[in-house]
């Protein structure tokens, strides 16, 4: 599912190095996986998984079974949550009556980068989820935040250029693993078992106290007084407003507006400047009372 923790509400759960048993069966599922090409391995519309070493997914009836000591089993989740990220914005409008965000086959590399990080890489435009601990791509929420980072390049090339660009770069990503994960929670029926504002529950297990979380959406920090000038944790700033824009206008209308008002901000943007412009597109989306939820989330964080 998005992740076992996430699903099973079990803060003890630990990696124990790849070992299959070290989840419950209960936290495995079996999904359909959504736009593939056909030619047995898992390329397909909106992702290419590129293996370069060890063993590549491979299905000439296009059935990816594994379980967690598989090195395939990373694969089949990168492909499925990217995909589900990309089918999730469409399903926004965005490539029908909104433009297109990122609509392109996503090249993602799974194990192999032998530290326990990831990243999107602009320049080569591609995912790579390091190992190490849990292995980064068994999370579905690290998969779809570092696809976050690909939205952004794809809207605004060489976005994050200042120190408050790359916050919100981060922060989005935190917020979009959320709402992707989420939805996929509701679709397929699969349990949230832990505070759903908390990012990466299983990634998290081996550096992080019980309850495990990589970020929250709900720190309650304020600007400017809560900047450590560090991406990530001045990111929750952010993520925490966008959280509160969900809250007050529902997932579909908050996501819209959110992603939408993307194409407007600039490489080096600031919080303030971000933050006008996804007024502005609330109000010119929907109207008056969209653009005052908005601007009072972003109000009670300090930032307009």
Same mark, same amino acid.
């Given at each position: =599912?998005?992740?076992?923790?996430?699903?099973?509400g079990?803060?003890?759960?630990?990696?124990q =190095?790849?070992?299959?048993?070290?989840?419950p069966?209960? #936290?495995?599922?079996t999904?359909t996986?959504?736009?593939?090409?056909g030619s047995?391995?898992?390329?397909?519309?909106w +992702?290419?998984?590129?293996?370069?070493t060890g063993?590549?997914?491979?299905?000439?009836?296009?059935?990816?079974t594994?379980?967690?000591?598989?090195?395939?089993?990373e694969? +089949? =989740?990168a492909?499925?949550?990217?995909?589900?990220?990309?089918?999730?914005?469409?399903?926004?409008?965005?490539g %029908?009556?909104?433009?297109?965000v990122?609509?392109? %086959?996503q090249?993602?590399?799974?194990?192999?980068?032998?530290?326990?990080?990831?990243?999107s890489?602009?320049?080569?435009?591609?995912l790579r989820? $390091?190992?190490? $601990?849990?292995?980064?791509?068994e999370?579905?929420e690290?998969i779809?935040h570092e696809y976050?980072?690909a939205?952004?390049?794809?809207?605004?090339?060489g976005?994050g250029?200042s120190l408050e #660009?790359?916050?919100?770069?981060? #922060?989005?990503?935190?917020?979009?693993?959320?709402?992707?994960?989420?939805n996929?929670?509701? +679709?397929n029926g699969?349990?949230?078992m832990?505070?759903p504002?908390? +990012?990466?529950d299983?990634?998290?297990?081996?550096y992080?106290?019980?309850?495990?979380?990589?970020?929250?959406l709900?720190?309650n920090?304020h600007?400017?007084?809560d900047?450590?000038g560090?991406?990530?944790?001045d990111?929750?700033i952010?993520?925490q407003a966008?959280?509160?824009?969900?809250?007050s *206008?529902?997932?579909t209308i908050?996501?819209r507006?959110?992603?939408?008002?993307?194409f407007?901000?600039?490489?080096d943007?600031?919080? #303030?400047?971000?933050?006008?412009?996804?007024?502005?597109?609330?109000?010119s989306m929907?109207?008056?009372?969209?653009a005052?939820?908005?601007?009072?989330?972003?109000?009670a964080?300090?930032? *307009?």
């Open positions: =599912m998005v992740n076992p923790v996430q699903s099973s079990d803060q003890t759960l630990t990696d =190095m790849d070992s299959a048993g070290a989840v069966d209960s #936290a495995y599922a999904v996986l959504h736009n593939l090409d047995g391995y898992l390329r397909g519309t +992702v290419n998984v590129v293996a370069e063993t590549p997914a491979y299905s000439p009836t296009g059935t990816f594994y379980r967690r000591d598989d090195d395939r089993f694969q +089949v =989740m492909y499925y949550f990217v995909d589900a990220a990309q089918r999730y914005l469409q399903g926004l409008g965005f %029908s009556e909104l433009p297109a990122n609509a392109e %086959s090249d993602v590399r799974t194990n192999q980068w032998g530290i326990d990080n990831s990243f890489w602009d320049k080569h435009d591609v989820f $390091g190992k190490g $601990g849990v292995d980064d791509a999370d579905g690290v779809v976050g980072h939205v952004h390049d794809a809207q605004v090339p976005f250029t #660009a790359g916050s919100i770069g981060e #922060a989005f990503g935190d917020y979009l693993a959320v709402t992707v994960g989420l996929e929670a509701r +679709v699969w349990p949230v832990t505070d504002t908390c +990012v990466a299983w990634d998290s297990v081996s992080t106290r019980a309850p495990h979380c990589l970020r929250t709900s720190e920090k600007y400017p007084e900047l450590r560090e991406v990530h944790a990111g929750e952010w993520s966008l959280w509160t824009i969900r809250e *206008l529902g997932a908050a996501d507006i959110i992603v939408n008002a993307q407007g901000f600039a490489p943007t600031s919080f #303030a400047a971000a933050a006008n412009t996804t007024v502005a597109t609330a109000q929907y109207g008056a009372r969209q005052k939820a908005v601007r009072a989330a972003f109000a964080r300090g930032i *307009l």
